[in-house]
């Protein structure tokens, strides 16, 4: 008798949930560069050609979670309420995402941990280099498709570009405060502290854009 299909997903998604925790802790203990693909298979109890079929590269098992920041972003921006610009909806998304204590946007020992795990490793800086360009085709897709443009327009590519940049120092300044205050509470406020200061420069800069402008109510 054949497996169901929804049990076999599980089963699938629990054996990559096995490998990317035992990646995790291994690349955390040890440093990135320093751990073999056949350790991680060793420590997950799995073959090696089952981490490749889940994990096409080592970086992947490390930015796990690459996926699920791409759909969050996509997901907000395709059921924005239509009264809402796409840079206020994105704002909101960072407050929420902060409220909710998302692993995206989470600043602990174990996040200053994987930080510091990049840090260390040239392969993996690279990487997340790529993921960035990578994300910035994404938004840009999301963000035109959200206002009815074309992908190549040029207001919805400099959005994607600031808004990445935006997010990028916001979560580097609300990682080093964690590192010097060991204080979740005060990293979360210099994340937003930077997310309201980014977002009120995007507003100006794409005034008259409906990337900026809020739907006007009907009367």
């Known amino acids: 008798m054949s497996i ?13 949930q096995s490998i990317s925790t035992a990646a995790t802790r291994l ?10 693909v056949d350790a991680i298979a060793a420590a997950a109890d799995v073959g090696r050609m089952t981490v490749f079929n889940h994990f096409p590269r080592k970086e992947d098992m490390f930015f796990d979670r690459d996926d699920e920041g791409r759909e969050i972003l996509c997901d907000a921006l395709r059921q924005r309420d239509p009264r809402v610009s796409p840079i206020e909806t994105l704002r909101q998304l960072a407050y929420r995402l902060a409220a909710q204590q998302s692993p995206l946007v989470r600043f602990t020992a174990g996040s200053q941990g994987f930080v510091e795990t990049i840090e260390r490793s040239e392969t993996l800086k690279a990487r997340a280099r790529a993921i960035r360009d990578e994300l910035a085709q994404v938004i840009t897709v999301a963000l035109a498709e959200s206002v009815g443009k074309e ?27 964690f590192r010097v205050t060991q204080d979740a509470e005060k990293a979360k406020a210099a994340f937003l502290v930077i997310i309201e200061k980014g977002t009120l420069g995007l507003q100006a800069a794409l005034t008259g854009t409906p990337y900026a402008e809020q739907a006007t109510p009907a009367p």
């Open 4 to 16: 169901p299909s929804d049990r076999r997903t599980r089963k699938r998604l629990a054996t990559r």
């Open 151 to 177: 992908p190549t327009d040029p207001d919805a590519q400099l959005v994607a570009g600031l808004l990445l940049a935006m997010w990028t120092v916001a979560l580097r300044q609300a990682h080093q405060t």
């Open 27 to 36: 690349f955390l203990e040890l440093g990135f560069d320093h751990v073999t």
